[in-house]
């Protein structure tokens, strides 16, 4: 296997021009006979690192979810993996993160997943502070797609943020982490818990009425005001004090976004999950029929503000 693995390297170093990825790092998977050499730190989470991988026999890059087995040696830690791999495994979208494959060795737990090389909207709004409304249309019509996917799983993300919205080389929205999600199991069943704390969290989700589809609408509506805003919706200094706002529905749309765009919020952002618009209605909204809907962004609008015609 070694000598194998010593002959790929040097026929993948030429093959490839990156320098990124170091000999001495391999990875490998028993299970496929793959060998992987881990390249860049893409970011850390709660739980995972997760670097680049290379894959030795295809050439082909992917992210690697690192997951060292003493961060998951508690039950509901190991549930969160398992739930992701489960769920993620059998999602097929443009606008969801793929799940490539997934084994273990004695100290860690990898999935290996397609790499979102422009890493997320978070690093995004940290160069940017805001983005203009015709980037937004752009990214929500990506988000909402692949939304509707998942839920037409019978599966709830549970936490849609910023953090969780990867775009790819070509600067394609893809949603990722799905530790949080769950499947409904029957037509209208209610979820009482969330194992973990969403960071978009909807008021029925707070306060344990029973929950569904519409708590992801809810998160769409906070990701939507983050965007245009630089801000979440219900945001102050402690956790407490936000809940308080949830609960009591206490938000300021400024008026340096649009008539559409504050309508969309304001019924995403319902307090009444059954009144919320459907994904359906949500991409039917005047939002995006009032302005230019660009196909595809530049990679330069991860930094600057673009110019349209
Ligand atoms: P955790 O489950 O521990 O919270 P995340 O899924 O949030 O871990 O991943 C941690 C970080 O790794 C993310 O914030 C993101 O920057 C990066 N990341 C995750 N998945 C990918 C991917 N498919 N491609 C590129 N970067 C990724």
Known sequence: VEMRQQRHIEDANSKINVNHFDPNSIIYDSTTDTTYLRGRLLGKGGFARCYELLDLNTNKIYAGKIVSKTRIAKPHQRQKIIR?????????????????????????????????????????????????????????????????????????????????????????????????????????????????????????????????????????????????????????????????????????????????????IQKCLTPEPELRPSLDQFLADDFFTSGYLPKTLPSSCCNAVPKFP
């Open 84 to 264: 992701e791999v489960e769920l993620q495994r059998n999602m097929k979208h443009r606008n969801v993160v793929e799940f490539h494959s997934f084994f273990e060795d004695d100290e860690f737990v990898y999935l290996v997943l397609e790499n979102c090389s422009r890493k997320s909207l978070v690093h995004m709004l940290k160069h940017r502070k805001m983005l203009t409304e015709i980037e937004v249309r752009y990214y929500m019509r990506q988000l909402v797609e692949g939304v509707k996917y998942i839920h037409s799983h019978n599966v709830i993300h549970r936490d849609l943020k910023l953090g969780n919205m990867l775009l790819n080389e070509d600067m394609e929205l893809k949603i990722a982490d799905f530790g949080l999600a769950t499947k409904i199991g029957y037509e209208g069943e209610k979820k009482m818990t969330v194992c973990g704390t969403p960071n978009y969290i909807a008021p029925e989700v707070l306060q344990k009425r029973g929950h569904s589809y519409e708590a992801d609408v809810w998160a769409l509506g906070c990701v939507m005001y983050a965007l245009l805003v630089g801000r979440p919706p219900f945001e102050t200094s402690t956790l407490k004090e936000t809940y308080v706002r949830i609960t009591g529905n206490s938000y300021v749309l400024p008026n340096t976004i649009s008539g559409p765009a504050k309508n969309l």
